[in-house]
């Protein structure tokens, strides 16, 4: 068994750089990356191969791989939405309520500007990925008032699906 300080330097946060793109990535190649994942907890646990290993990862608070891109997208936009972030991320991320020149009811939720593509490598970008995933978040998701608070709701709504 590992010290529990290690995880911080064997758990597979820095192949995450790339959120948007594992977002859209397929179901297959997502689950051959959820056992990496799995055989780190098991590293650091000890933890034998036949065991389960959701209550390992509940104990260390990781969320699965598909869940944690989607964290880390949702976050990144949430920051862009507070302007906690670059400007140029920060343009990316536009209210349903800041571009529409007319009054609909679409401008008192708290919504985000999807871009159209006309293919799919350009549904991969940020412009188009965050502002898709924000709008499929819960809406009491949408209503938090600091980063901290919306991060452990989120990280609450993710672990409960």
């Not at 995880?7 to 051959?32: E, K």
């Not at 990356?33 to 509940?58: E, K, M, Y």
């Not at 920060?90 to 007319?102: G, I, K, W, Y």
Request: proline share 4%.
């Amino acid at each position: 068994m590992l010290p529990r300080h290690w995880c911080r330097h064997l758990y597979p946060v820095d192949w995450i750089i790339a959120n948007v793109l594992l977002h859209s990535i397929s179901d297959r190649l997502m689950r051959r990356l959820q056992p990496v994942q799995n055989a780190t907890a098991r590293l650091i646990t000890g933890t034998p191969r036949r065991d389960h290993i959701s209550p390992i990862l509940r104990q260390f608070h990781w969320l699965l791989v598909r869940h944690q891109v989607t964290f880390k997208i949702a976050v990144l936009v949430f920051q862009c939405l507070t302007g906690q972030t670059l400007a140029y991320l920060a343009d990316d991320c536009q209210l349903t309520s800041d571009v529409s020149t007319c009054r609909l009811r679409s401008t008192d939720t708290v919504m985000c500007v999807v871009r159209r593509s006309n293919n799919t490598f350009s549904d991969w970008c940020f412009a188009s990925a965050g502002p898709c995933l924000w709008n499929r978040l819960p809406t009491h998701l949408w209503q938090c008032d600091s980063l901290g608070q919306f991060k452990r709701f989120l990280k609450t709504h993710l672990f409960g699906s």
